[in-house]
């Protein structure tokens, strides 16, 4: 594992509870408010992982497993991405499946232990989270599949750490829309407004949040830094994909990986601030949008060799 | 090959053992068993042998015989598929010879015992016979000794119905092979498969019968979409260990008949690979969807069978795309993708169903919807059945996710390689849904069945059966974690066997395909990794916990203080906001009441296509009742006079 790739990791790993706080303060000086601080989830993870938790007497041991699960594997799925602009330091062919693979798993595991509960308000958190997960399921394959395509290669690292000059160029359109299907998967895979709204106060409206309703203490600290780790990770995928940063050192490379990400949280805010939550029944007609670009991306890619 | 004939000798043996020393049952049950575990052993080795690269005599028997002789061999695609049928046989044999033992009331057990040992022995013949003769023989007796291990429990109307629809379709599909290769032997000069093989260019335009027979006479036993019909019904009918080998491994002998038909036959034609991969698309979106509907858990593991035939099909259809465009790296990847999902499946759907049979025993139903709260009671049964959910759904670290993996390569190189084939790179999007949608359905299960509380008073006493019945599902667990953690155990065999039926040589399949060969060592990294950061993680939070400690609490009802059982979320509500994305093609009715929902899930294409079908084809049939009299004299009429129109036509247009 070289310098930089440690580097990046133990970066994103250490910044990605900013992420959030960068979302919150874009919203609230939109709104003309004051709002909590940029490091408030760090705090927040500080004092949940000094309380206890209270458990319910319903649940075995699935619900208790099912945070380190979730975290476990978020952590793993970023030693895959190349996050210093060369190499992952996990790297082999069809890995893009494994990542994809891993986030799946900890999302089985979250939605396994909200079942656990038997709450009827966190069955129906993890039903909508299961049925909107299927969905994004073919828009992520598709756009990977484009980065695939222009890249001739199935592995994250050639797809994402591009060196590509003068073929960038030609690939540029296309990746410009597999950025815009990116960026809607974002939002939509990290349970952010238009699809998800993380500051809603009423359980029937909520999706994820609803579905992690009865952790609390260590296990919910796990649930929110993986979930911030998780968002870090997709920002990264479209600065990636939208920044060529082969021309870039290390360190500038990974300065620009760091920049790319406070903007990803600086646009997940200013949407935010200007959408309204769509219904649930519009929901996967915004996730068939993000397929519908990426076959466009992929035929673009496919036409012009 | 001596081992193979004694194993399969042993197997059928087993049977007969356990009709004889019925009068002795804990007897007839230990030889029944140990009989099977040898024949079993027996007929594994050679097949190991061959799958480890090396080579076993082929026997050719009854040389004299009209159609060639009758040539039995073991060469990689049979050795594969013997693994299958034994590996996932043998557990189910063993299970079954408990399952069995306590259903004396509803049939015979040992008859029971004696068609499932036939059953093995069928299959075991099926997978080796090399000619075609002895290849329908084995069929036939495959198809038959399965209805009557379907119908154990004939007392039952479904039942019967279910193995009635089964015998049919079985039966439609066996005529049609005897078209496919009546087609083809018409142009070869015998009967055995080398025979045929070497008739395969002299087909002309029987090629394209050749293949669409093919597809339609082996599908019908696959149980692709719209060949399925029969699927659910008749496995969820048999008992479990049945439906085990049914949906594991009998099923499986639709696509050993594909494969075998391309090995054959070489380089198919594009418009056969890319129905192939259409039909293996729709195959696994609508299963898993049909699926998603159902809360019989037999019926929905049923058509899981379904959509992981699918999944089979689009790595078959990649497979044959890259024989059809001359992309060789695309036929190495999705054949061998084909295959090693072909293993996969049988070791987590069996597991699966012996869960599910564990589960029936335990509370004597199969709705979901009375189930829930099993893990306390049942804690190995459910750790097996987690093991096998996470498995099918395909992730990793098991085995579910290496063969899917490949499928997906397979896919994602097909956008790479400059052919027509370009375009199947948009199957990852179909094999992504078919994850995501193959994920909630199995959280679906695994939630109602086991967590939660109890939906009623049987579930709410069960508890875990005798080790009789969890040790077979613990060693097929074994096996997924096995190939899901060391993939490298299976990848090169599976890519040998994918050589095999693509024409070229191991090593060279091996060279082309050495990325997927040594990503298999970075995959156990993946899985060692994923276990030591979990387990880091979970030990900190045990860490934080017991410095300040856990309380106990009901759960959070947002202020509602008497929460009952009923008012959990079930397994209609789970899957309802998925169907009503995909509307009526899931073919479920809702039923809302202001205190209840439910749903009903219909098998469309048998209700809605096949039955109108048989009705007017019974309609036209009865018109032909007043020949048939009863009266043996008409008879003998009917038969002279055919052997007389026979001898007219062969005396006027009859070759000299």
Known sequence: MAASQVLALALVLVLAPLLPGVIQRTKSVLAGRQGPPVLQLYAD????????MVSSTTTSLAFRVAPAVFAGTTLVAAALLPLDGRAAPLRFAGDVVAFAGLLALGRFALVLAAL???????GMGASREATFAALVEPGLFLCFAALGVATGSTSLTPMLAQRFGADWAAAAPALVVVGASLSMLTLAENGRVPVDDPATHLELTMIHEVMILDHSGPDLALILYAGAVKLALFGAVLVSVLVPRGGFGPVGSILVLVAGLAVVGVGVGLVESVMARLRLSRVPQFLVATAVLSTFAIMLLLSAS | MILLFAGVFLLAGSGAAAVWLRRWPRLAERAYLLLAVAGAAGAMWPALRVVGGGAVEPVRLATGVPGGAWVFAIDPLSAWFLLV????????????????????EHGSVPLGRLVFSLLLAALVLVVTAQSVVPFLAAWELMALSGYFAVVFDDRQDDTRRAGLVYLVATHAGTLLLFLLFGTWGSHAADLTFAGLAAAAHQLGDARSLVLALALLGFGVKAGFVPLHFWLPEAHA?????VSAIMSGVVIKTGIYGLLRVVTMLQLPPAWWAWTVFLLGAASAVLGVLWALAQHDVKRLL??????NIGIILLGLGVGALGLAYRAPLLSVLGLAGAVLHTLNHALFKSLLFLGAGNVVRATGTRELERLGGLARGMPITWAVFLVGSAAIVGLPPLN???SEWLVFQAMFQAGVSRTPAELSVFGTAVLGLVGGLALACFAKVCGVVFLGRARSEAGQAAREVTPGYVIPGIALAVACVGIGVWPALVLAPALRVAAFVAGMPPAAALELARPAVSAGQRIALLAALG?????????LRTLALRRAGTAAAQTWGCGYARPTARMQYSASSFAAPLLAVFGPVT??????HASSYETHAANLVLERGVLPLWRVLRAASDRLRPIQHGRLQLYLLYLVATVSLLLIYLAVWGSP
């Open chain 1, 116 to 122: 656990d509960t038997g709450s009827s308000f966190e």
């Open chain 2, 587 to 592: 073919g479920v009715r809702e039923v809302r």
């Open chain 2, 302 to 307: 049923a058509y899981h069978s379904v959509e």
């Open chain 2, 85 to 104: 049928v034994l590996g996932a046989g043998l557990a189910a044999l063993a299970y079954g010879a408990f399952y069995l033992a306590a259903e004396a």
């Open chain 2, 400 to 402: 579910g996710f290496v």
């Open chain 2, 237 to 241: 009918a048999a008992p479990s260990h």
């Open chain 2, 531 to 539: 276990v030591v950061v979990s387990g880091l993680l979970w030990w």
């Open chain 1, 45 to 52: 993870l500080a004092r949940l992982l000094r309380k206890g």
